[in-house]
Antibody, heavy 119, light 112 residues
């Protein structure tokens, strides 16, 4: 079945970087994009950006420009999201989700990766 | 950016009764290709979100037919015809007509 499996929880200090992975299986990886969405504790969903697994094109949320980089490794069907210069308000669960192209919906979603930023 | 506004914030519902959630966008979601990219997601407690509806009214694979979506332009509605216990959670609308994708603030559906 189609699934996305993310890397485990991380604890980082302010100013550090984190790189979350998202391994896809059950479909042709390069046929869909991957979006990254985060959810702060008790809060709603915030779209972070999108990457095409076909050609690596990206589109990032303006507020994260310069701090976020999304990449893919087609040899392992894995997407990555790196966030730098971490602040306490970056503490959140980070999700990857398959972007369904023409349908423009997100499914499935990864299980989520909790990133805690604390001194 | 397109702002998505959901109402109500919370919806206490009796089992077997209907529920309705409204979502309004700050500008039309009609794309230049003629499609309207408004979707609805469900997030059960402790779970990642799940796609229910795409392009206003199309149920995604495996979604029960008690869920339905409607609307046009800037005003959209998700309806649950008869709420079941497994429907408890937070529901989000999302626009994918333009970048950045944006979500509504969420509506919590709970049982009375």
């Amino acid at each position: 079945q189609v699934q996305l499996v993310q890397s485990g929880a991380e604890v980082k200090k302010p100013g550090a970087s984190v790189k979350v992975s998202c391994k896809a299986s059950g479909y042709t990886f390069t046929s869909y994009g991957i979006s990254w969405v985060r959810q702060a504790p008790g809060q709603g969903l915030e779209w972070m950006g999108w990457i095409s697994a076909y050609n690596g094109n990206t589109n990032y949320a303006q507020k994260l420009q310069g701090r976020v980089t999304m990449t893919t490794d087609t040899s392992t069907s894995t997407a990555y999201m790196e966030l730098r210069s971490l602040r306490s308000d970056d503490t959140a669960v980070y999700y990857c989700a398959r972007d369904l192209g023409d349908l423009r919906g997100f499914d499935p979603w990864g299980q989520g990766t909790l990133v805690t930023v604390s001194s | 950016d397109i702002v998505m506004t959901q109402t109500p914030l919370s919806s206490p519902v009796t089992l077997g009764q209907p529920a309705s959630i409204s979502c309004r966008s700050s500008q039309s979601l009609v794309h230049s290709d003629g499609n309207t990219y408004l979707s609805w997601l469900q997030q059960r407690p402790g779970q990642p979100p799940r796609l229910l509806i795409y392009k206003i009214s199309n149920r995604f694979s495996g979604v029960p037919d008690r869920f339905s979506g409607s609307g046009a332009g800037t005003d959209f509605t998700l309806k649950i015809s008869r709420v079941e216990a497994e429907d408890v959670g937070v529901y989000y609308c999302m626009q994918a007509t333009q970048f950045p994708r944006t979500f509504g603030g969420g509506t919590k559906v709970e049982i009375k």
